[in-house]
């Protein structure tokens, strides 16, 4: 139990563009899912926390209307590199936590995504 | 001062050994204390969680909770080749909504 997926695995966009990634949690009820960046060999930064039928949370020096992020359900969060550039290229990373289960957070196995 | 230190290695372990995995931490309000273990280009997999101090142990890994030091470890032993990837500490203080606090990650390789 406790598999979260994310799709695309690796998207490769054009400057300029919008990229949107998908987390979902398959097989239990994510009342909060996190939305990280990872660089090469550093550790994973938070972006937002996003909580089902509210605005996300972002971190201080994330541009919310440059990272667009949904958690329309229980099971599915989104995230939307709008206007996407060269310097938004890295591996991001979503994460699910269970209801009632504070410290069980359960990660999908990334998106690297790519701006040329 | 970062809230969560750990050495980022790289750690380079011979198969069969034990290896010894530890970060600190500043803040005295973290109660959940997990590792997770990263394979390059994967997302981090949940091997251990300890709520206040104490050890716990699942198969090779025992981790270990020191609040008074503010240090938890982990150890492996009899380590693997399949055991090489990047240890990542994270802490919550159990009240921010779930948020962790990630060490930097140890990078360890074990060699056949």
């Known amino acids: 139990g406790a598999v979260v997926s994310q799709h695309p695995s690796w998207v490769i966009c054009k400057s300029g563009t919008s990229v949107k990634i998908e987390c979902r949690s398959l097989?239990?009820?994510?009342?909060?899912m996190f939305w990280y960046r990872q660089f090469p060999k550093q550790s994973l930064m938070l972006m937002a926390t996003?909580?089902?039928?509210?605005?996300?949370?972002?971190e201080q020096g994330v541009e919310k209307d440059k990272f667009l992020i949904n958690h329309a359900s229980l099971t599915l969060s989104t995230l939307t590199v709008t206007s996407a550039h060269p310097e938004d290229s890295s591996f991001y990373i979503c994460?699910?936590?269970?209801?009632?289960?504070?410290?069980?957070?359960?990660f999908g196995p990334g998106t690297r995504l790519t701006v040329t | 001062q970062k809230e969560v230190e750990q050495d980022p290695g790289p750690l380079s372990v011979p198969e069969g050994a034990i290896v010894s995995l530890n970060c600190t931490y500043s803040?005295?309000?973290?109660?959940?204390f997990m590792w997770y273990r990263q394979y390059s280009r994967k997302g981090p997999e949940l091997l251990m969680y300890?709520?206040?101090?104490g050890n716990k142990e699942d198969g090779r890994f025992t981790a270990q909770v020191d609040k008074s030091s503010k240090y938890i470890s982990l150890f492996i032993r009899d380590s693997q080749p399949s055991d090489s990837a990047t240890y990542l500490c994270?802490?919550?203080?159990?009240?921010?909504?779930?948020?962790?606090?990630f060490g930097q990650g140890t990078e360890l390789s074990v060699k056949p």
């Open positions: 994460s699910a936590q269970r209801a009632l289960r504070e410290y069980e957070q359960y």
């Open positions: 097989d239990f009820q994510a009342t909060t």
């Open positions: 996003s909580n089902e039928g509210s605005k996300a949370t972002y």
């Open positions: 803040n005295s309000a973290f109660q959940y």
């Open positions: 300890t709520y206040s101090s």
């Open positions: 994270a802490m919550s203080a159990g009240n921010q909504g779930g948020k962790l606090i």
